[in-house]
């Protein structure tokens, strides 16, 4: 440990001699409590101060880590300091770094609101959130200071609060950020050493704003959906259970690979400290590392886009695992194909579904022990389905659609893993709604259910399974193709890496299929001989068979590994691609 961060944990040393006594007993009711995930962070440092909260290597290329006592003085810092300067709404810009969780647990200890965006979208579009948010101050991780330009030009009063990300919390190294938490201590200790007392971490109103988490505004501006204290809470607390982060003996040690600033990381920032875990934190996706750490630190659990899943499984430096590792998948439908990659390298997939509006994952597809005895194909297709709802949601529905449908009216497909509808949600992990947007909100709840947007069908089990979004799906000669499915069986080709299917005109069939490819590693393959075997070999049936194949270096992506595919329908209308990205 550093010699700065000793003195730190001197100065919150003296801060708990001096009286910080946290009672989360302190509740208007003997028998209930509010639900707030804040105090999750207090807790794990009552309970276990010395176990290991982070590990990190910072932008100075240093190791950190921390413990939860660590942890929690330095969230208290923060809370402290922001609740001084009574600013309630706070934005974060920056990549997996322990400022970006301590700024979480602070914010919300504060009673402030945090607004965490993606540190990959436009100036403008950056600008937008933050002023559509009504934020008054910014914590920003230094890489990223150029992206505010826009919005400082015309907010020069917002407060910028930069992060240096270093090892250092205090001296030549130490950043702004640092000298907030050091002078939030501070307050701390001239206001009466009240410690967690002095703050909320158990909120008075769980049903009141949490976080606002925005849409990726790949169509339209972006949309600011509302969390609550309460759904943060439950949703955090069913990713434990469906995860299966408290599963073994002894400590979770879960790997930052997802943004957590998509969707407030799926909650996982209030899962994993939940159950005292470490959180190791990665300042970008770097495949060579990952590996490094799950095979030198005992990774156990991580969370990931199937297009990551695909990408780490074919790193130079996979090798099977000597122990199993939990990786929540989810983002957009898996394969069954990636499925079987990742159970042979020990890398069990725990196969979520949802989206922003459901605080992530609100479905897990459940394994069950009849399917031991199934075919590989026909076991991990099960595995690739979305399966059933969350244990803290209610369940899942699918519900039909089209001309002959009213507009609100609710009526359920058929079980029988044919009848095509889209999925809807209620229950306790549906977000509030979207902030400043009455008439989307309306929309995202007609019929009193909250809509998905993806096409599925309802199998006799209770199973869901995606079968696209309902753009992606592609009408040819009147028949439905579901791109989820191609994209499903292209990725069974041996030399394929991964494989996105668009709709393009087709002046005979109106709409036909057409597929980009990225080739494996030291393999060569042209598109004409991927349609030969698509046509020849493979299960494709010939309706859907695409009539091009195109081959390039990388699929345009999300920052949470989505494959963009209003690029690739741009592309395919023959747009130049180094202007669309």
Known sequence: MSGAVSRLSQLASQLLAAGNSFNPFQVQKPYSHTLSPTYFLPRAAAIEPDATAVVHITANNKTLRRTYQELADRARGLAYYLKAHNFKRVGILAPNTPAFLEAYFGIAAAGGVSVAINYRLKKDDISYIFDHADVEAIIVDTEYLGLLDTYRESHPNTVIIEDTDTDAVEGELCGPFDGAVLEGLKIDIHSGSKGWDGLEAQAQDEDALFSLAYTSGTTARPKGVGYTHRGVYLAALGNVIESGLNYHRGRCKYL??????????????????MVRGTHYCLRKIDYGLIWKFMKEEGITHFAAAPTVNT??????????????????????????????????????PVHVYGMTETYGPISKGYYMPSWDDLPDSERFAKMARQGHGFITSLPLRVIRTGENVLEGTVIDVKKDGKEIGEVVFVGNICAKGYYKNPEETKKLFAGGVLHSGDLAVWHEDGAIQIMDRAKDIIISGGENISSVALESMLANHPDILEASVVAVSDSHWGERPKAFVTIQPGKSITGEEIIEWAKHVSDISKFMVPREVEIVNELPKTSTGKVKKTVLREWAKGADRNLVK
Request: aromatic letters at 10%; one cysteine or more; proline letters at 9%.
């Open 256 to 273: 930052w690979t997802l943004p957590l600033f998509h969707a407030t990381g799926w909650t996982f920032p209030w899962s994993v400290t």
């Open 311 to 348: 990408l780490l499984c074919n790193d130079k430096a996979a090798v099977k695992l000597e122990n199993p590792v939990r990786v929540t998948v989810a983002a957009s439908p898996p394969t069954a194909h990636l499925f079987q990659q990742m159970t042979s390298l020990n890398l069990h």
